[in-house]
Each structure stands twice: as C-alpha cells, then as structure tokens.
C-alpha cells in the first residue's frame, strides 16, 4: 500500500503563503495520480487540486485558480501545494490523495490519503 504523510501547516496571516508537502513511501506512488483535498469545520470534504504522474493535467477548484499551484517531484515521490494569498476562507484540514485515475481522485474516493495537516488563516 502507499503510505502518505502531508507536512508544512501551520498558522499565516490572510495574505500570507503556505507550501504543503506530501511524501509519498513507495516509488510506484510516481505512478498515480495525485492530489489535495480539504475540510474545514462543519463542512464536507472539498476537492483543491490534482495533478496526473507526469502532470500533463493539472486541475483546480474555482475558489483556488490563481492562487494555489499543484507540482510534483516524482523521483523523490513527492507532491506540493504552494498556497498564495491566502485567505481565512482557506482554513481547513488539508489531506493528500492518490490513486491510479483521475476522475477517481477528483470525486474524492482514492484508495490512499494522508492523515492531514492544519491551515489556520487569520485574519
């Protein structure tokens, strides 16, 4: 199985960046697709960005275009999530995700996630 561990939360300022990592345990994990979802309090689980292996797509949700950029290293079997301008709106509990297919990614129901890291924007 692959095992994912998401790191670089925190505490900002509204305005302020953020950069996620997500390493990933095992090198076929450079196979999958991969990417972010978030959750913030009283809320359902929220689909942020996805990139395929060779990121040939990249997709984002409306409320982060232009402001959240997906990347990955596949030799080290990492995925990132640069966060700019952020916004108190983006607070959250923010998860990585993989699996083979992208659309399965995008509707939340990967066979892999991390255990999630904290974004607190203040504002």
């Known amino acids: 199985q692959v095992q994912l561990v998401e790191s670089g939360g925190g505490l900002v300022q509204a305005g302020g960046s953020l950069r996620l990592s997500c390493a990933a345990s095992?090198?076929?994990?450079?196979?999958?697709?991969m990417g972010w979802f978030r959750q913030a309090p009283g809320k359902e689980r929220e689909f942020v960005a996805v990139?395929?292996?060779?990121?040939?797509?990249?997709n984002y949700a409306d409320s982060v275009k232009g402001r959240f950029t997906i990347s990955r290293d596949s030799a080290i079997n990492t995925v990132y999530l640069q966060m700019n301008n952020l916004k108190p709106e983006d607070t959250a509990v923010y998860y990585c995700?993989?699996?083979?297919?992208?659309?399965?990614?995008?509707?939340?129901?990967?066979?892999?996630w991390g255990q999630g890291t904290q974004v607190t924007v203040s504002s």
């Open positions: 095992e090198r076929s994990s450079s196979n999958y697709v």
């Open positions: 995700t993989a699996d083979r297919f992208i659309a399965t990614v995008k509707s939340g129901k990967s066979d892999y």
């Open positions: 990139t395929t292996w060779s990121g040939g797509i990249v």
